[in-house]
């Protein structure tokens, strides 16, 4: 069965960095579009970043631009968003999520989350 | 961006009664491929979203079919025909026609 799994997520400091990342099981991983989508304590959810299945395209929300890199290795089944230069407002459990659209952009299956507290 | 408005926030419901969510985006969600790209998820309380609905009316695997969606261009409305304690939790339409919004959510509780 499809399982996506995060991890790497935790308490750092303002201005530090931290990776994620999401390793994807039971399907052909090589095939699908991956999107990081986080959501802040008790609110709603939030698009971060989308990577097409090769890993060409790689696309951003505007808050995280030029501090947050999306990739993937597909030789490891494993999705990556490393962040950088984080501030409070990051704080959030990000999901990555399986998009199998071909024209649009959803989601199917989704992971448990990670946590990431940015706080000094 | 597209801005996707769900109303109501909260829903209050009886078990056995039905229940209707109505989300609304900013620009028509018609793509040039004839098909509309609004979709629904839920999210129960303590899990990830799940997906129930894909191109406004196509219930995903394994969601029950007391959950229907229904629209077109800028109005939509998911609808429960008869809500079970199962179903609390927070839904969100989302648009897929261009850079991914969401809804800001409507969360659901058994009264």
């Known amino acids: 069965q499809v399982q996506l799994v995060e991890s790497g997520g935790g308490v750092v400091q303002p201005g530090r960095s931290l990776r994620l990342s999401c390793a994807a099981s039971?399907?052909?991983?090589?095939?699908?579009?991956f999107h990081w989508v986080r959501q802040a304590p008790g609110k709603g959810l939030e698009w971060v970043a989308l990577?097409?299945?090769?890993?060409?395209?790689?696309y951003y929300a505007e808050s995280v631009k030029g501090r947050f890199t999306i990739s993937r290795d597909n030789s490891k089944n494993t999705l990556y968003l490393q962040m950088n230069s984080l501030r409070a407002e990051d704080t959030a459990v990000y999901y990555c999520?399986?998009?199998?659209?071909?024209?649009?952009?959803?989601?199917?299956?989704w992971g448990q989350g990670a946590l990431v507290t940015v706080s000094s | 961006d597209i801005v996707m408005t769900q109303t109501p926030l909260y829903l209050s419901v009886t078990p056995g009664q039905p229940a209707s969510i109505s989300c609304k985006s900013s620009?028509?969600?018609?793509?040039?491929?004839?098909?509309?790209?609004l979709y629904w998820y839920l999210q129960k309380p303590g899990q990830s979203p799940q997906l129930l609905i894909y191109?406004?009316?196509s219930r995903f695997s394994g969601v029950p079919d007391r959950f229907s969606g229904s629209g077109s261009g800028t109005d939509f409305t998911l609808k429960i025909s008869r809500v079970e304690a199962e179903d609390v939790g927070v839904y969100y339409c989302?648009?897929?026609?261009?850079?991914?919004?969401f809804g800001q959510g409507t969360r659901l509780e058994i009264k």
């Open positions: 999520a399986r998009d199998p659209g071909t024209v649009a952009f959803f989601y199917d299956y």
């Open positions: 039971g399907f052909s991983f090589s095939s699908y579009g």
């Open positions: 990577i097409w299945y090769d890993g060409s395209n790689k």
């Open positions: 620009r028509s969600l018609l793509h040039s491929d004839g098909k509309t790209y």
């Open positions: 191109e406004v009316s």
């Open positions: 989302q648009q897929g026609i261009q850079v991914i919004t």
